[in-house]
């Protein structure tokens, strides 16, 4: 059962834009919670699991919630692993795409993202990811105010 699990997330998460409707939009979630979880250099699965909890709330459906949490951890293994990708990087990601998409500024659901915080003992950790929190926030008034216009 698990290998059947496993191999069927993986060609999803290898195929996730020909099989998933609104895979961007996905990915878009997953970037945020991404960038929150990689704030911290020892991410643990208590992250993953609030991930999987909002993918739940999010998407109503296993198998998506599950391309979330898979997606999301390939980010934040990408960043911890110095791969290519930093919190910068994914931080301008997220800018570019709602300059692109304006309305996946609804996207940004801070009662979804702020539970990752409670994973983390450091206070400095914390803090940074608070204020990684903040800037999510004004990103989310600033382009929805762009779509009311």
Known sequence: MAIRFSFKHFLFNAFRELFLYHHSSLEFRAKLFATVIAADDHASECEFDLVKEAGLSIYHEEDRSDTLVLTTREMVDKVLKNNGLD???????????????PRYALKIDLSLLE????????????????????????????YEAKIKS
Request: proline share 5%; glycine share 0%; charged share 30%.
């Open 87 to 101: 919190i910068d990087a994914l931080i301008e990601d997220i800018i570019k795409d709602l300059k692109s998409v």
């Open 115 to 142: 539970p990752v915080l409670a994973c983390q003992d450091d206070p400095d950790i914390t803090a940074y990811q608070q204020n990684i929190l903040r800037l999510f926030s004004e990103l989310r008034s600033e």
